[in-house]
């Protein structure tokens, strides 16, 4: 079985595995993270993201990382503590990984490994981000210095994509349903004007 993103597992700040495979179904934004950063300010913009897609199936998930000049050195209380008070962040954030280098988190080494960068694979700095489709495949990559505002086109589209499957899994049962409904009146052979109207509208929606 080929591998893809919900066959990864992390811990949350709270020390809580997490299964990937939870978000099964969701469109997934993966960032790294850092308190201390020039580009910290990007959370706000990502919980903007959140709160604007969330109900529509976009999960944030963020992985605080201090490979890149030390810029998050902080343990988890410190992380959570500077997420909520300076940005009010509500996403999911994971306890602090490496991004880079042997010691890499597996979700990282199997992401770099899907959506190679330029020059080299390595993430470049903090916020860099990938977008996960809702059956765990990644499909773009963007730089750190891609403000969140930039990627709601992707993400709309995929979210799109998401619904459209959403809908058609559910027109079976429906049509189902309908079906039922006709195969009734025909069987009891009502002569009802109110429930003629809605037999004929049926049976055009579920003719082949």
């Known amino acids: 079985m080929k ?24 469109v997934v934004l993966v960032v790294n993270t850092a308190s201390k950063c020039g580009l910290t300010p990007q959370y706000e913009g990502l919980e903007k993201l959140y709160k604007t897609y969330k109900d529509q199936g976009l999960v944030i998930l963020g992985f605080p990382c201090n490979q890149f000049a030390n810029q998050e050195p902080g343990g988890a209380k410190e992380i959570s503590e500077g997420c909520l008070i300076n940005y009010g962040v509500s996403f999911q954030m994971f306890e602090k990984v490496d991004v880079n280098g042997p010691t890499a988190h597996p979700i990282y080494k199997y ?16 916020f860099g981000k990938f977008l996960i489709d809702k059956n765990g495949n990644p499909v773009k990559r ?67």
């Open 142 to 208: 963007f730089s750190p210095f891609t403000v969140p505002d930039k990627l709601t086109s992707d993400i709309e589209k995929l979210l799109k994509a998401w619904q459209i499957v959403k809908k058609k899994e559910a027109q079976p049962t429906v049509r189902l349903f309908l079906v039922a409904l006709c195969m009734k009146y025909e069987q009891l052979k009502l002569d009802n004007q109110l429930c003629f109207p809605f037999y004929a509208v049926s049976r055009l929606i579920i003719r082949d």
């Open 3 to 26: 591998q893809n993103f919900h066959h990864f597992k992390a811990t949350s700040l709270q020390g809580k595995e997490i299964a990937m495979e939870n978000y099964k179904g969701k």
């Open 111 to 126: 992401l770099k490994s899907q959506l190679p960068g330029f020059p080299g694979n390595a993430i470049k700095w903090n």
